[in-house]
Every structure is written in C-alpha cells, then in structure tokens.
C-alpha cells in the first residue's frame, strides 16, 4: 500500500495503547484519516462498563465531572482517555481534557499549532507486520521518544499528538515506557459511513492557557477553596501543600 488513500476511502489505523497514566493496561486506540484530517481516540471500556453499573446511565454524565468524594482532586474516570484531532490545512490540534474551577471538572477543548515536535530521522529500519518501518526520535514535553514509520504509505499521521514524518507513523514509545502507541490492524474505512468528528466543548482554550490552569499546584489551591468555602465559618480543613500533586507526572505530557 502507498500514496495517501483517496475517493470516497480514509484510513483507519488501530494500535494497542498502554499507558503508565492507566496503569499500564492494554486498551483500544483507532486513529482515522481522510483528506488531510484526523482523529485519534483512546477508550477504556472497562471504565465504560464500572461507571454505567456502579451510577447507571443517567448518572453517568453528571458523576463522572464531579470530584471524588474523597478529596481527591485528580480527573474524575471517564472512558474516552484521550480524544486528539488535527486539521492539516489549518496546521492547529484539537485535543479534549478537562479544567478544575469551581469545585468541579469541566470539559474543554486545548488548541495547539502543529509544528510543535522536531523529529531526527535515523538510517535504522525494521519489520512491522507486513511494513518496513524507519526509525525517528523526538523529546516533547517531558518524555523522550523513539518512533517507526512507513515511508510507503505517504500520510503525514500518528497516534495521539504523534505526526509530522515523512510517512505513517505505526508505532511510538518513550525510553520508560509510560507511554506504548503499538501497531495493530491497518485498514480501510468508507469515510461516509464514519467520518472525522472534533472535539466539541463550550471552553476553548491555547494550549499556554491550559498549561496555567492544569499546574498541579494551581489546581491543589482551587480544591482547597473550594473545600474551604464549604465548611463552616472558622473550621479549616487541609492546607494545599499538605497534598500530593504526583498524580500530574504519569501522564503523555509531563511539562509544556
């Protein structure tokens, strides 16, 4: 297979993603492409299925943007892990996450350039599935990564973030291996019957606005308050220093 697939077919690339942010479970990702488009999603069906038989289904919306009971202030469980799309003709990223304000999650929509990650292309190729793959490296936010793509299939795509080589990007990890995008299945998909879909939230923010507002000791203050101007006058409950903030470091992005 080569060249960018055209007509009325897209791509759709399926990896095996494990994460350390998931516990290093091995969880179904899809990335589409069609048109200079596409979309990358990871779901966690297990997640799905706890949420929906521990609150049902009208509950699920609700309970899984509200913090934990618990005082925790991590992001609350949510099945779809990460949704990523990207406009190539606009050169911009749309990635879904969620901001703490106001004693509870929001959904949002993180808006980035797409010339973010400089790759170093190597002279060392291997054997993946059926496609001979060429080695890159790239350090971005936090992690080092070692990638494979196939020069054949001339599609400037990858999962997550993961893009701009001079081919399909079939497979990335990083050196501690927190992060494992592995290569699946490559098939075609009629792009009528599913096509790409964005991220769609009521808060939009540039990825410099959600770096302030997703700083481990910012969000520890906003719970704090937010405990705080619940309890009655006079009573305090914690102190922000007194909580961990190390839930931040095992996500894709360790710094922005």
């Known amino acids: ?46 997640t799905a299925n706890s949420i ?3 609150y049902g289904e009208e509950e699920m919306n609700s309970i899984k943007h509200r913090p934990d009971p618990l005082l925790s202030f991590s992001p609350p469980r949510d099945s779809l892990i990460h949704q990523v799309y990207i406009d190539r003709d606009n050169e911009i990223i749309k990635s879904r996450r969620t901001i703490f304000k106001g004693g509870k999650y929001h959904p949002c929509v993180v808006i980035e350039p797409t010339n973010s990650i400089n790759w170093e292309i190597t002279n060392k190729s291997r054997e993946i599935g059926s496609y001979t793959a060429i080695k890159a490296k790239s350090a971005f936010r936090g992690r080092y990564y070692t990638a494979w793509f ?36 490559l098939e075609n ?37 937010w405990i705080s101007n619940e309890l009655p006058s006079g009573v305090n409950l914690l102190n922000s220093n007194a909580i961990s903030t190390s839930f931040s470091i095992t996500g894709i992005e360790r710094e922005y």
């Open 1 to 46: 297979m080569s060249g960018k697939l055209l007509g009325q077919e897209g791509l759709k690339l399926n990896y095996t993603a494990i994460l350390e942010s998931e516990n290093y479970i091995e969880l179904e990702a899809v990335l589409y492409f069609e048109d200079g488009e596409s979309l990358f999603y990871i779901r966690n069906m297990e």
């Open 52 to 54: 929906k038989s521990e």
């Open 150 to 185: 196939v020069p054949d299939i001339d599609i400037n795509a990858g999962p997550w973030k993961f893009h701009g080589l001079p081919g399909l990007i079939i497979e990335v990890t990083d050196e501690e291996k927190g992060v494992q995008f592995l290569f699946s299945k």
């Open 189 to 225: 998909f009629d792009i009528g019957k599913k096509p790409i879909s964005r991220p769609d939230e009521s808060i939009v923010l540039t990825i410099n606005e959600f770096a302030v507002l997703n700083d481990p000791e910012r969000i520890a203050q906003e719970f704090v308050n």
